[in-house]
């Protein structure tokens, strides 16, 4: 949407370089890096007056549209309660409206991205929200304007605009309703266009402290006990849902602090631990990936080193090498369960003799959606199927006498958009690796379940255990635990 400009409307180089307080060569690398808007007439520059005094302002350049947003628009203020006063910027009010409407819905995250919807050739552009689990349909976009919104969202999230080729990750701080939100975006391309994944989190909720954590006691000290250690590897487990950033983060700000040399290589959610250095994948040449994060690090000596993923039989290898320095080791990895990701990670390692005493404490995370509040119901269950959970739970780890009798299941109600559910909860087990653990690693034939009842021997509380101490009180249906609880 272009709008014929006048003589007046339009500045040289050199009046646009004199508005602004700087050189031209500053200005032609602000045009390079397109932070600012220019047009060429001829061999020579212009610049909107327009986009001149905005740039002074602090705000993004004007992206033209090649579509118009307003039907967007429309249907993106008929999801927020109060009445939204719209700028000069589509894509600035359309950047504001998801980030509101997420935040209405109470959800995780949200999706933007083009897709064929079924066996039609034509492709649409949808908007989807991630709410207690499940993705809910949101608003269509005109498929025109999917890569105008996405350039915003990366000039906001301080990426490459004009990288469109390979994927970018950054971080939005925004403030809304007397609060600051984190906003973690990721932009993915694709065979129809770029996709866009936005992580919402209220940032004084982000990294709590451990004490502020829904974990037990036990699992919360044996927590601070391995972030104390050195020459360790400490792993933070679960599948990509379960929010095990947010966790490992907040290890991170337990041990952050000026006597703590603490590097990581840089994950969105990461960027306000203090007295950390970051690392950019990206600054370590054509090939970057976290093997070779681990070893430019080590020249700094450290003496906490994180990161994202302990996946590959590389990092693996590398972490070893820390470990054996005298770094503490902390990592994500995304496997479920605390006994799967000790044997997974045992399988990639080159030496599991060597790497397996180098572990200190597996924490895995899993989610379980919540019933809601409003609309759950009552029900009952019989004494039999009551003692097999009971039973079940008690191999877990869990006092049978402690399980309450609070049988309820889903109704559905205009608050959790008819589902039944609302919200979820983080459960979490902590494997340490115990002497007895690593006898039973040395046998050939040793099966989960013996590992299992070593750590429950040991203090751990298993997520099936979690799971059905949940059910009995009321939170979490039957249904759903059914899903989770693996028999």
Not at 445 to 469: C, F, I, P, T, Y
Request: proline share 4%; net charge neutral; aromatic share 6%.
């Amino acid at each position: 949407m272009k709008n014929t400009q006048t003589a007046e409307d339009l500045l040289t180089m050199a009046e646009a370089a004199d508005r602004l307080k700087t050189t031209r060569t500053t200005l032609y690398r602000w045009l390079r890096d397109e932070k600012i808007v220019g047009m060429k007439t001829g061999r020579q520059w212009r610049f909107q007056r327009s986009e001149v005094e905005r740039f002074l302002k602090g705000n993004a350049p004007q992206i033209d549209l090649p579509s118009d947003p307003s039907e967007f628009l429309a249907a993106l203020e008929n999801e927020v309660p109060a009445k939204f006063e719209r700028g000069e910027n589509p894509m600035q009010d359309a950047f504001q409206l998801m980030v509101q409407v997420a935040v209405e819905k109470s959800a995780d995250s949200f999706h933007l991205a083009c897709c064929q919807t079924g066996t039609e050739v034509e492709k649409t552009t949808w908007l989807r929200f991630r709410v207690s689990g499940d993705l809910v349909l949101g608003p269509q976009l005109d498929n025109r304007l999917l890569a105008p919104l996405v350039k915003y969202w990366k000039q906001a999230a301080a990426c490459d605009p004009r990288e469109t080729s390979l994927p970018q990750d950054g971080l939005i701080l925004v403030e809304h309703d007397h609060t600051t939100l984190s906003l973690t975006a990721s932009f993915l391309p694709s065979l129809l266009g770029e996709s866009l994944t936005v992580r919402v989190q209220d940032r004084s909720l982000s990294h709590p402290r451990l004490e502020n954590r829904e974990i037990s006691e036990t699992d919360r000290r044996r927590i601070r006990e391995a972030l104390v250690q050195r020459s360790r590897v400490v792993i933070v487990s679960g599948l990509s849902s379960t929010e095990k950033y947010g966790l490992l983060a907040t290890c991170l700000n337990e041990i952050a602090g000026p006597s703590v040399k603490l590097m990581t290589v840089a994950h969105p959610a990461w960027g306000s631990v203090p007295w950390a250095t970051h690392l950019r994948l990206r600054s370590l040449g054509s090939h970057p990936n976290y093997a070779t994060a681990i070893g430019t690090i080590l020249r700094s000596d450290p003496d906490v080193i994180a990161f994202a993923k302990l996946g590959e039989a590389e990092t693996v290898s590398a972490a070893q090498d820390a470990a054996l320095s005298g770094a503490l080791v902390i990592a994500g990895a995304e496997f479920e369960g605390a006994v799967p990701t000790l044997k997974s990670l045992l399988k990639l390692a080159d030496s599991p003799t060597v790497f397996s005493p180098l572990i200190e404490l597996i924490v895995s995370q899993r989610q379980v959606r919540c019933l809601c509040k409003m609309c759950s119901a009552q029900t009952k269950v019989d004494d039999r199927f009551y003692q097999e959970i009971t039973a079940l739970a008690q191999t877990g780890g869990l006092d049978p006498a402690e399980l309450k009798r609070n049988f309820r299941h889903a109704v559905g109600c205009h608050a959790c958009g008819q589902s039944g559910y609302r919200g979820r909860k983080i459960l979490t087990e902590t494997l340490r690796v115990t002497s007895k653990i690593l006898r039973l690693l040395g046998q050939e034939d040793v099966q989960d379940d013996d590992l299992v009842q070593v750590a429950v021997a040991d203090g751990m509380v298993s997520h099936n255990a979690r799971v059905l101490e949940l059910v009995c009180r009321g939170d979490c249906s039957v249904d759903e635990a059914a899903k989770l609880v693996r028999a």
